[in-house]
């Protein structure tokens, strides 16, 4: 249904944007961008009339973040706000006009759908345990978000399965995207501040490169892409406990966002460019949280019950209550963090048992000691570590073992039964 609702976004047709430039209001039609990945169905009809006059919606215009340009795309997805005009200024009296206004204005007033937080005084958080400060698109999440959920479940707002998506979105999507914007704001506040007083004093070129790669490597660490794939495939922890990160990920969505802004170097400056370059924002951003919001209702939240379901019948398997076998795999790890928190589970989990559809092998996985870590609670024993078959096997002391990974998170069998009993044998060693 959000795919629908997509299209919708995309039918730029009708003018989607105003834009405020020297104080007098002009208009200019958005029209479809090619290769978006989004499909040509007809829009997605909401209790609104279609016939209805369309609101319009302001945000500040100039530079922007994906704060705006996320909370843009979700409202003009409701009922309320469907397919709402753009409007793009910072023109109070432009503002005052319009029937939403978004990361600007000063004011955060829900009843008046005003949902800026840069102003003085600005506290407001998620609720139900979050305490990150919220920006626009964490404002229009927090009074929308349920609408957008319940439409794509198509299910009432009132059902179960809506509140727990709502708090999953929000905890592994908007609250990361809300830190990002965060951080992507104070490196670029610091990497212009440091350019002019540079150039106030004269430097040269040479030395002016060297100090912005400083400031850069200061603010987000000397990291990349490829360093960070690179670790994570490793296996290394971007934190120590006690020490700044090892490495950072530069490729988010607040800074790919942000880099949509029109460069210096760009021959074309007028504020119509500029509109083109906030859409691709709009888009950018909207995709991710439409491919977010789908992941979590197709993928997640079935998931989550069988592994439900498995944690009720882990005594089946052993007396401790520390081996969990998957009837069926799926991603389960988030879930059980979740689960064991959520259901009180004591002693916590050691091993996770699945099947291997590709080899028809069965899996022992040693559950981490965190989801951010790599670490295990109880690792596979270390005199099984590195060998192999016939070698491994002889020293577990149980046929058809395949192998044991030199960490010991995880180790192979050729059978359901042979899967248990290493597991069980891990947990006496």
């Not at 389960?332 to 699945?354: A, G, R, S, T």
Request: hydrophobic content about 40%; glycine content about 6%.
């Amino acid at each position: 249904m959000l795919s629908s609702l997509a299209s919708a976004t995309k039918g730029f047709n009708q003018k989607l944007f105003f834009f405020s430039v020297h104080k007098n209001l002009f208009t200019r039609p958005i029209i479809a961008m090619a290769g978006t990945g989004v499909s040509s169905s007809p829009a997605y009809s909401t209790s609104s009339p279609s016939q209805a006059p369309l609101k319009r919606v302001g945000t500040h215009n100039g530079s922007f973040h994906c704060d705006e340009a996320l909370g843009c795309f979700m409202i003009r997805l409701t009922d309320k706000f469907f397919n709402a005009q753009i409007v793009r200024s910072r023109d109070p009296k432009v503002l005052d006009d319009l029937d939403a206004v978004l990361d600007v204005g000063g004011v955060y007033d829900p009843s008046n759908d005003c949902y800026d937080h840069h102003q003085k005084g600005f506290e407001e958080v998620f609720g139900h345990g979050f305490s990150t400060k919220l920006s626009s698109a964490g404002l229009v999440y927090k009074h929308f978000g349920k609408e957008l959920i319940a439409k794509e479940l198509n299910v009432d707002e009132g059902h179960p399965d809506v509140h727990r998506l709502f708090l999953a979105v929000y905890k592994n999507f908007m609250e990361v995207l809300i830190s990002e914007y965060l951080n992507f704001v104070i490196y670029t506040i610091a990497y212009r501040f440091t350019i002019l007083l540079l150039q106030s004093y004269g430097y040269s070129k040479k030395l002016l490169l060297f100090f912005m790669v400083q400031v850069f490597y200061l603010f987000s660490g000397s990291s990349s892409l490829f360093q960070a794939i690179d670790a994570i495939d490793n296996g290394i922890n971007q934190y120590d406990t006690d020490k700044p990160p090892r490495y950072v990920n530069n490729t988010n969505l607040s800074s790919r966002v942000g880099k949509l802004n029109l460069d210096w170097t760009e021959p074309d400056q007028s504020a119509e460019r500029e509109n083109e370059a906030f859409q691709q924002g709009m888009d950018l951003a909207g995709k991710e949280f439409l491919d977010t919001v789908r992941f979590y209702v197709r993928s997640w939240l079935p998931a989550r019950s069988i592994v439900v379901e498995c944690i009720a019948e882990r005594y089946d398997y052993d007396p401790s209550g520390e081996i969990m076998v998957l009837k069926r795999f799926c991603p389960w790890k988030l879930h059980l963090f979740e689960l064991e928190e959520e259901m009180k589970i004591e002693p916590l989990i050691k091993y996770v048992l699945y099947e291997d559809d590709r080899g028809k092998q069965w899996r022992v996985q040693a559950v981490a000691v965190s989801p951010d870590r790599f670490e295990s609670r109880k690792p596979l024993p270390a005199q099984w570590r590195g060998l192999r078959d016939d070698e491994l096997s002889k020293e577990a002391g149980i046929p058809g073992c395949v192998f044991v990974h030199m960490s010991g998170f995880i180790g192979g069998n050729q059978s359901y039964g042979g899967a248990l009993a290493m597991a069980r044998a891990a947990l006496k060693l």
